[in-house]
């Protein structure tokens, strides 16, 4: 397979024109982001009609997902940019007790479907974080949450994955590399978190 050209690097080439790619990159991809600013808009609702009713958001991904929803989780639990009430919010990426229980004893695709079972209720909203889409235990969490009718919401990358038409509502990064999707994903994750407490402090 060929070496992607911000991959290929010439003897001698300064470093700067790497970064100069990344810079470019990152850039273009955020710009790009522009166009799904009515799908951001329709999750922000979504999430403010859960917390006003009382619901719990929950937060779940693998890996750089995973700790993209613990940092999410706790800008809302905590606080983002000003002082206001906690909300109530929960990454299901943190008990490693719990993890490892249900990961030993039901498999790895059930590490967050079994969570959703114990702690969630309808009217709760979960956001799923995938660069790909496909993570086979984000889709079982999807599954299980629908079943209790949790809406689901899911952050994605390149075609969205199976977690486009699993989830009621996905926005999708247009971008096929992995840390362009992460960076997107964290950017739109403030901005939900900016607008939630903004009306929190409204309300």
């Known amino acids: 397979m060929d070496t992607p050209p ?7 080439q300064p470093e700067s ?4 790619y990344h810079f470019d990159a990152h850039l273009s991809t955020v710009e790009a982001l522009r166009s799904w600013i009515h799908i951001i808009e329709r999750i922000a609702h979504r999430m403010i009609a859960c917390i006003e009713n009382g619901g719990c958001l929950f937060w779940l991904g693998n890996g750089g997902s995973a700790a993209d929803s613990q940092h999410l989780a706790a800008e809302l639990v905590g606080r983002f940019e000003q002082v206001r009430p906690s909300i109530r919010s929960v990454a299901l990426t943190t008990d490693t007790s719990a993890l490892t229980a249900i990961g030993n004893d039901e498999g790895f695709d059930r590490i967050f479907a079994r969570q959703i079972e114990a702690l969630g209720r309808a009217g709760d909203l979960m956001i799923a974080i995938s660069t790909s889409g496909n993570s086979p235990n984000l889709l079982a969490a999807v599954r299980s949450a629908r079943d209790l009718g949790i809406e689901t919401i899911g ?3 390149r075609d969205g994955g199976r977690l486009e038409s699993s989830t009621d509502l996905c926005l999708i990064v247009p971008s096929d590399n992995t840390a362009r999707i992460q960076e997107a994903h964290i950017l739109v994750g403030h901005i939900l978190c ?4 903004q009306w929190i402090l409204n309300a």
């Open 6 to 12: 911000h991959l290929q690097r010439t003897p001698g």
């Open 17 to 20: 024109l790497r970064i100069d």
């Open 155 to 157: 952050l994605s990358g």
């Open 194 to 197: 900016d607008l939630a407490e």
